[in-house]
């Protein structure tokens, strides 16, 4: 079997839908830099189809106008409804687990090689890596703006010989107009958030960023300069899970993406996650999933 890479970047995402691009000319634009979509069920259910978890290495910003949705992003479970605005970055792990028939959505991919259009220390900070995704309600007027930029430049492009430096204004502003909502919102957050939340959160965002080379919950409260017990008491009443099961979810969840959708070895993976050797990986893996590696790489065949 030919296992190629099939992380779902926005190269990934064209190969998939170009057999349809005829039926999805209206609600699908692909350029060499980005991608724009009114995306509705149809589409998300060629996506599926593609076996996840994904792994996205760009920038996905959206509006959900229609429908509802169940996903995984970052170990964390969301129910998105109308009326959300999304955000994917770098290094996002992504689970679909449901789509509602009238699910639609409207936004913007940047490829990795897009050209930002930020002077150095312009770059609107809600994208600048410190938060992996974020999920959060706006006003229809704020949606309507998203929109209304979006509208734009999907205008734009499909002109010929578009300016490229207007294109690029535009994506700054829509960037500009959703770091200034989630800003907006963890501002109205902080007044209400119990401190048990927030460590929660943090913890969350830190096991996404450096599971793969940290293993053990004495480096995450090293980092959040908490007692190791203290942190473990505070994520399972935040929870109801153990710092440690969500560690392991995020290295599992890790594994079994790079096992299916990269064409590393076992060792390579092994390696890569920082286990002494592949049989002690091999073990774990087992120990958690009640499957060997390759044992699991044969069922999803």
């Not at 979810?249 to 079994?256: D, F, N, P, Q």
């Not at 996650?273 to 002690?280: D, H």
């Amino acid at each position: 079997m030919d296992k190629q890479p099939k992380l779902l970047d926005m190269s990934r995402m064209r190969d998939i839908l170009a057999p349809h691009f005829m039926q999805l000319s209206e609600d699908v634009y692909f350029s060499n830099e980005l991608a724009l979509i009114h995306g509705r069920e149809q589409l998300f259910q060629l996506i599926w189809k593609q076996r996840p978890p994904f792994i996205i290495n760009d920038h996905r910003m959206g509006i959900i106008i229609g429908g509802e949705c169940e996903v995984n992003f970052n170990l964390v479970d969301r129910h998105v409804t109308a009326g959300t605005l999304m955000y994917l970055g770098p290094g996002t792990i992504i689970n679909p687990i449901r789509f509602s028939n009238d699910f639609e959505v409207q936004g913007i991919g940047l490829f990795a090689d897009f050209p930002m259009p930020f002077t150095t220390g312009q770059f609107p900070s809600a994208f600048n890596g410190q938060v992996r995704d974020f999920q959060l309600p706006v006003s229809n007027e704020d949606s309507q703006t998203f929109r209304d930029i979006h509208d734009s430049i999907w205008r734009l492009v499909h002109q010929p010989d578009y300016h490229r430096p207007t294109v690029s204004s535009l994506v700054a502003a829509l960037m500009h107009h959703c770091d200034h909502l989630f800003h907006q919102q963890a501002d109205r957050l902080a007044i209400t958030r119990s401190r048990e939340q927030t460590i929660f959160d943090r913890f969350i965002q830190l096991v996404n960023q450096h599971c793969c080379e940290q293993h053990q919950i004495t480096y995450y409260a090293d980092r959040m300069c908490l007692t190791e017990r203290y942190l473990g008491t505070v994520i399972r009443q935040a929870s109801g899970v153990t710092a440690k099961q969500w560690i392991d979810r995020a290295l599992i969840t890790y594994a079994k993406t790079q096992l299916l959708h990269t064409d590393k070895t076992v060792a390579q993976i092994s390696n890569e996650m920082n286990f002494p050797n592949p049989s002690f990986f091999s073990k774990y893996f087992k120990r958690i999933t009640q499957m060997t590696p390759l044992s699991f790489v044969n069922a999803h065949r």
